[in-house]
């Protein structure tokens, strides 16, 4: 009796034990619904779903339908990289007011609506007569969640006839929604149209062009009023605006390429904050704006863009707008450079180069300092009222300095002040080319660092910054050899290497900006020397030898030097995904390909950090393992490094789903044993 009692405590124990491990509530799977296998229709199968449930298309399927999304789903064609298709009706359908049609809307509030995969061609809708005045691929209106939003889909045919509004995707509502990696084309209105205060709208890595077959000069690309938006890598081309706001809490427009635009590349009328940043912006179209602000932005940034402009590159037209105009390249404007209605707080380090004039001012303020302003037709600067206008510590095309009214001090950019008052200029900013040293033996050894700096003044003073860091510098010698014919500027200098070659002479060097080669050369020159006679220290020293007599031997023999090149050539983890606490092994292959044994401290680094270092010493042509130890307490995804050699990623979670298959393996095989047990006991005690 008392071992059942026993076996069947074990028994209980064990039981409770699974129900431990085991007792999370199993996750819900979505159901995945086939269209046209299961539902005849994309509607049908919304219709049949539930919340979180994913609609799979068939790829390369054709149907002709509106669709209405009440609820949260995944809308996806089926086979990544072959399209489902979605047609539009030939006859028109309004929804609510009468005035839209669509061909994919939500009518709930709180949908988390997912898109993937799909084309969506509105050549099917018919714009003239009826109610219907908006013709709309995608209406996204409060819908937000993890994932929400239209990917790898191409929407296109929006292009109706005049008078009537048509859009490839339409967000609205409470939305925060991800429009990514898609292609919207052939609009008439817009290929994105955001409107309302409560919208978070990222548009990234999509191609976006106005109507096709020619330049349509009444199409924006994205239209936003409201809300917060980030537009970047993308490639927004043919229309009238590139990208318009209207208005905006925060909008963020960073490395898109955008041209071909009638009327602005970035158009931005009010924005509590602006970011336009990275962007490629070109246009050769008429009248071919860059970027306009016309209403109030309260803090903005222009930063990093290059704009190769017909008419103006940056006009801002609200005197209370402020904005850090920084390390712009602007170019080849028929107009205006720069047309200001305000004051930037910080106008520093742009380039400003072959336009008719560089800088327009209608405003009473400008300090704008570091600034490269060359190459300008009528003027680099001019001036359209009285104030205060400092423009020290600028290069205007000349070590000389600017002109003034067409007279000198210098043979620069002219600087025409149309009679107002209240200019400084003077310092100006120098193009200085050194070498050190400036002389070198000519052995084909000995080496002059060559520095282009702009960190100088007129007066001879540091400035405290340069020319805009990136920038191409071409450098030139007549004697000699350089490590790299080019440089990128940094910290307002650009720097390469002069090797001395073996005829002794004086190298003569040049450097000249990429864009401006004429306006920006500087020289710079090194002497190569005549290399010391050897000297043996053998010969001729009058050193006694054992018998008292002068030694005179042979010639040393000079030994090459050899330094062991050690690296660390491969390195791998020993397990991808671990629990909490467990340690992963770090395998590295270090390898001395030189002549010479070695000593090296290699470092193992995770998400950047340096976890730990290691000596270790390989011998010549060798290698060796090298074995690091790391674990982490916390869930997530860390990277590994040894010097600079990845070694790969590993995951930290805190419950693997194998381990829980392998728990309850066991414990089923431990109940089964049990069970046996007492069955088998039970039948020995009843024999």
């Not at 000389?400 to 210098?410: F, T």
């Not at 920006?520 to 010969?539: I, K």
């Not at 020293?541 to 054992?546: C, D, E, K, L, M």
Request: glycine residues 12%; neutral net charge.
């Amino acid at each position: 009796m008392k071992l059942s009692r026993l076996l069947l405590s074990m028994v209980l124990v064990l039981a409770a034990l699974a129900g431990i491990l085991l007792g999370r509530p199993a996750p819900v799977s979505a159901a995945t619904i086939l269209v046209p296998e299961t539902y005849g229709t994309i509607q049908a199968a919304v219709n049949a779903a539930t919340a979180g449930d994913i609609i799979s298309v068939r790829s390369g399927w054709s149907t002709t339908e509106n669709i209405t999304v009440p609820r949260s789903m995944t809308i996806m064609g089926r086979t990544a990289g072959v399209p489902a298709t979605i047609i539009s009706p030939t006859t028109n359908r309004a929804i609510a007011g009468g005035t839209t049609n669509y061909i994919i809307s939500t009518s709930a509030t709180a949908v988390n609506l997912k898109l993937d995969n799909l084309i969506i061609d509105g050549a099917g809708l018919t714009p003239a007569g009826g109610p219907v005045t908006i013709y709309t691929g995608v209406l996204l209106s409060d819908v937000s969640g993890a994932g929400a939003g239209i990917f790898n889909c191409r929407i296109f045919n929006f292009g109706g006839s005049a008078g009537n509004s048509i859009d490839c995707v339409q967000v609205e509502g409470t939305s925060t929604v991800t429009i990514d990696t898609c292609e919207l084309w052939n609009y008439k209105r817009s290929g994105v149209q955001s409107v309302g205060t409560g919208i978070n709208l990222t548009v990234h890595h999509c191609a976006i062009s106005g109507r096709t077959g020619g330049v349509d000069t009444g199409t924006i690309g994205i239209y936003i009023d409201g809300g917060t938006a980030v537009v970047d890598y993308n490639q927004i081309t043919y229309g009238l605006d590139g990208v318009s706001c209207a208005s905006a809490t925060s909008v963020t427009i960073s490395n898109n390429n955008i041209f071909a635009h009638t009327n602005n590349c970035i158009n931005i009328t009010n924005a509590t904050a602006a970011q336009i940043i990275g962007n490629n912006i070109h246009s050769t179209l008429a009248p071919g704006r860059g970027i306009l602000n016309s209403g109030v932005v309260v803090a903005g940034r222009i930063f990093n863009n290059e704009i190769g402009i017909r008419d103006i590159a940056i006009r801002l037209q609200n005197s209370a707008s402020n904005w850090d105009i920084t390390a712009n390249n602007i170019y080849n404007c028929t107009t205006n450079g720069v047309w200001l209605q305000c004051a930037p707080p910080v106008f520093s380090q742009n380039m400003i180069y072959n336009c008719n004039t560089g800088i327009y001012t209608d405003n009473e303020t400008l300090a704008a300092h570091c600034n490269a302003i060359l190459g300008n037709v009528t003027a680099g600067l001019e001036l359209n009222r009285n104030g205060a206008f400092n423009m020290t510590n600028n290069y205007w095309g000349a070590n000389s300095g600017p002109k003034v009214d067409g007279a000198g001090p210098g043979t620069g950019d002219n600087i025409d002040t149309n009679g107002h008052t209240g200019l400084i200029y003077n310092p100006w900013m120098q193009i200085q080319l050194s070498s050190t040293p400036a002389s070198i033996v000519a052995d084909g050894i000995a080496t002059s660092t060559i520095t282009m700096d702009t960190t100088r003044n007129s007066a001879g003073a540091v400035i405290g910054c340069g020319i805009l860091d990136g920038l191409q510098i071409n450098f030139t010698t007549t004697l000699g050899a350089l490590t790299s014919g080019t440089a990128l500027t940094s910290g307002g200098r650009a720097v390469t290497t002069l090797r001395s070659g073996a005829a002794v002479g004086t190298a003569n060097l040049t450097s000249e900006f990429d864009v401006e080669p004429t306006l920006t050369r500087s020289t710079a020159q090194v002497v190569f020397t005549t290399p010391p006679a050897p000297v043996n220290p053998l010969v001729g020293t009058g050193a006694p030898t054992s018998h008292g007599s002068s030694m005179v031997g042979p010639a040393a023999t000079t030994q090459p030097i050899f330094l062991p090149s050690i690296y660390a050539q491969s390195a791998s983890l020993s397990a991808k995904t671990v629990t909490p606490g467990t340690p992963v092994t770090v395998t590295a292959d270090i390898a001395n390909k030189s002549a010479v044994n070695g000593n090296k401290k290699v470092t193992l680094y995770v998400n950047g950090q340096v976890e730990t270092t290691q000596g270790i010493t390989v011998n010549s042509g060798g290698s060796t393992k090298l074995t690091f130890y790391v674990s982490r307490s916390e869930p997530g995804d860390y990277s590994v490094y040894v010097d600079g050699v990845p070694a790969g990623n590993f995951k930290v979670e805190l419950f693997r789903e194998s381990d829980g298959i392998l728990i309850f393996s066991a414990v089923l095989v431990a109940l089964a044993f049990l069970v046996g047990m007492v069955m088998l006991w039970r039948r020995q005690r009843a024999g």
